[in-house]
Nanobody, 118 residues
Framework: QVQLAESGGGLVQPGGSLRLSCVAS????????MSWYRQAPGKERELVAT????????DNADSVKGRFTITRDNTENAVYLQMDSLNPEDTAVYYC???????????WGQGTQVTVSS
């Protein structure tokens, strides 16, 4: 059974930082591109950042460029999202996603809440 377990969310003041983690089990982690998505109340889910299977290719949404960094550790079956200079517009539920391009298989985590507020 595939599981993606996110952690690291919470309440942070504007300008602060958080590091999200997602640990995967039940799949060949190194064969999946990994992404972070977020969904704010009343809005559609949006892609935040994605990293290729080896970590050699990274894409970030324009709204987070220069502030968020996605990394992965294939030895730990984990993907991370370092979030700096947070602002209230970053408030959302953040989801980890695993996608295997050649098969089209996609898995989702349960999400972790990030709230940026003073």
């Amino acid at each position: 059974q595939v599981q993606l377990a996110e952690s690291g969310g919470g309440l942070v003041q504007p300008g602060g930082s958080l590091r999200l983690s997602c640990v995967a089990s039940g799949l060949i982690f190194s064969s999946y591109h990994m992404s972070w998505y977020r969904q704010a109340p009343g809005k559609e889910r949006e892609l935040v950042a994605t990293i290729s299977t080896t970590g050699g290719s990274i894409d970030n949404a324009d709204s987070v460029k220069g502030r968020f960094t996605i990394t992965r550790d294939n030895t730990e079956n984990a993907v991370y999202l370092q979030m700096d200079s947070l602002n209230p517009e970053d408030t959302a539920v953040y989801y980890c996603s695993a996608n295997q391009h050649w098969s089209g298989t996609t898995y989702w985590g349960q999400g972790t809440q990030v709230t940026v507020s003073s």
